[in-house]
């Protein structure tokens, strides 16, 4: 605090002692007290952050109290506010934000919390993984060692279980390891990968589908331009196709959350991170992002949707002009990708399209999609493609 002048002292003691009429008293102003002097030099910054040692002292210095001159202090005096709140306030604001992005992990709430029910659910999903992952390299080894099947529609259908195989490995072992857990965390870093990879696998898959159908639509409704058609090429490019797709779409979304700042809460009722999930635990308004990203997602499925239900309704007027015979063994292989497209989108409607906001339901929605498709994949396939049972049988 800066010291008065000896100027100062000496114009105060002659004022005391000056006699004075008792009009004049009564006439004559006191003294306009000057304002205090500030030391020069401190940054709104540093003069906040110096002051935080004020919340230690009983009885703080005086010249603390003002010692940031460009305080905002006609804010403070509309809400009645002393100099020492409103500096509090703001090094509380500092504090608030330089905490930001402190999230290094989240928590999952998990499926259900009774002990017994997660033991038995351990051995379910355990069991159904193991059969998902078995089930799906047979089905790609099988289409690479038989020579009867190397066609383009059983090269897509190798690359589907190749698909399916990634897609339930996103998930499902993390799940499967949580049922031990009392405390079922996942790192920052590990829960943007489960987004990324999530909508990757899933975006490849739903164009891979619309890649079959077409398969489908030229052998049964254009047959005599389909080997020039559907080549060894062209099967390639619809591959690659689906694959770029799955990665815009998924590095699109990941570009969006991962930026987002996470301050505060860190719970999500679910068993793996997904983008309508993480996104509510951002520290600022997200109804703008969330519609951005539902759109996006939302195009792709829609898009994927619409072309498949053309596809096959070609289809299926064309088998109505077809013989018995014919339309018989092309609608069973058709019924066969229905069912896939139907388990495959029915989930994805309702998590990102129409969401219910039910927790139970977008569980059971999130279990199906994540653990259970990747496994119907494989038994549809098998025990209702005629060409796959023969080839099984010759091994």
Same mark, same amino acid.
């Given at each position: 605090?800066?010291?008065?002048?000896?100027?100062?002292?000496?114009?105060?003691?002659?004022?005391?002692?000056?006699?004075?009429?008792?009009?004049?008293?009564?006439?004559?102003?006191?003294?306009?007290?000057?304002?205090?002097?500030?030391?020069?030099?401190?940054?709104?910054?540093?003069?906040?952050?110096?002051?935080?040692?004020?919340?230690?002292?009983?009885?703080?210095?005086?010249?603390?109290?003002?010692?940031?001159?460009?305080?905002?202090?006609?804010?403070?005096?509309?809400?009645?506010?002393?100099?020492?709140?409103?500096?509090?306030?703001?090094?509380?604001?500092?504090?608030?934000?330089?905490?930001?992005?402190?999230?290094?992990?989240?928590?999952?709430?998990?499926?259900?919390?009774?002990?017994?029910?997660?033991?038995?659910?351990?051995?379910?999903?355990?069991?159904?993984?193991?059969?998902?992952?078995?089930?799906?390299?047979?089905?790609?080894?099988?289409?690479?060692?038989?020579?009867?099947?190397?066609?383009?529609?059983?090269?897509?259908?190798?690359?589907?279980?190749?698909?399916?195989?990634?897609?339930?490995?996103?998930?499902?072992?993390?799940?499967?390891?949580?049922?031990?857990?009392?405390?079922?965390?996942?790192?920052?870093?590990?829960?943007?990968?489960?987004?990324?990879?999530?909508?990757?696998?899933?975006?490849?898959?739903?164009?891979?589908?619309?890649?079959?159908?077409?398969?489908?639509?030229?052998?049964?409704?254009?047959?005599?331009?389909?080997?020039?058609?559907?080549?060894?090429?062209?099967?390639?490019?619809?591959?690659?196709?689906?694959?770029?797709?799955?990665?815009?779409?998924?590095?699109?979304?990941?570009?969006?959350?991962?930026?987002?700042?996470?301050?505060?809460?860190?719970?999500? %009722? =679910?068993?793996?991170?997904?983008?309508?999930?993480? @996104?509510? !635990?951002?520290?600022?308004?997200? /109804? &703008? #992002?969330?519609? +951005?990203?539902?759109? %996006? =997602?939302?195009?792709?499925?829609?898009?994927?949707? @619409?072309? !498949?239900?053309?596809?096959?309704? /070609? &289809? #299926?007027?064309? +088998?109505?002009?077809?013989?018995?015979?014919?339309?018989?063994?092309?609608?069973?292989?058709?019924?066969?990708?229905?069912?896939?497209?139907? #388990?495959?989108?029915?989930?994805?409607?309702?998590?990102?399209?129409?969401?219910?906001?039910?927790?139970?339901?977008?569980?059971?929605?999130?279990?199906?999609?994540?653990?259970?498709?990747?496994?119907?994949?494989?038994?549809?396939?098998?025990?209702?493609?005629?060409?796959?049972?023969?080839?099984?049988?010759?091994?």
């Amino acid at each position: 605090m800066q010291l008065m002048s000896v100027t100062d002292i000496l114009m105060s003691i002659h004022y005391i002692l000056s006699p004075m009429s008792s009009s004049e008293v009564k006439q004559r102003p006191p003294p306009a007290r000057p304002p205090p002097s500030f030391p020069p030099g401190p940054t709104p910054l540093t003069a906040t952050l110096s002051l935080s040692l004020l919340s230690r002292h009983s009885t703080p210095p005086l010249g603390l109290l003002w010692a940031q001159p460009s305080l905002p202090h006609e804010k403070a005096a509309k809400v009645g506010w002393s100099p020492l709140k409103l500096i509090k306030l703001e090094e509380t604001e500092l504090n608030g934000r330089s905490n930001q992005s402190v999230v290094s992990e989240f928590i999952f709430l998990g499926l259900c919390d009774s002990w017994e029910l997660q033991a038995f659910l351990l051995v379910i999903f355990s069991s159904l993984y193991l059969i998902t992952i078995l089930g799906n390299i047979f089905i790609v080894l099988l289409i690479t060692a038989d020579l009867h099947l190397h066609c383009p529609m059983y090269f897509l259908l190798a690359n589907l279980s190749f698909i399916d195989l990634c897609l339930s490995s996103v998930t499902t072992p993390k799940m499967i390891t949580d049922f031990l857990k009392a405390n079922k965390s996942i790192s920052f870093g590990s829960c943007m990968c489960q987004i990324f990879f999530g909508h990757f696998f899933g975006g490849c898959e739903m164009v891979l589908l619309v890649s079959m159908a077409y398969d489908r639509y030229m052998a049964i409704c254009k047959p005599l331009h389909y080997s020039s058609i559907m080549n060894t090429q062209m099967c390639i490019r619809l591959v690659m196709t689906s694959w770029t797709i799955g990665f815009v779409h998924s590095i699109s979304q990941l570009a969006i959350i991962i930026q987002l700042p996470f301050c505060g809460p860190r719970e999500l %009722d =679910s068993f793996f991170c997904d983008i309508p999930l993480v @996104i509510k !635990l951002a520290c600022m308004d997200t /109804y &703008i #992002l969330e519609m +951005l990203i539902n759109a %996006d =997602s939302g195009v792709l499925a829609t898009i994927c949707f @619409i072309l !498949l239900l053309i596809s096959y309704s /070609y &289809i #299926l007027l064309t +088998l109505c002009h077809q013989s018995k015979d014919g339309a018989s063994k092309a609608l069973s292989t058709c019924t066969a990708h229905i069912t896939v497209v139907v #388990l495959f989108f029915g989930p994805c409607i309702f998590i990102y399209l129409f969401p219910l906001n039910i927790t139970w339901v977008d569980k059971f929605l999130a279990v199906f999609y994540a653990a259970i498709t990747p496994l119907l994949n494989p038994v549809i396939y098998t025990l209702r493609n005629k060409e796959i049972r023969n080839a099984i049988k010759r091994l």
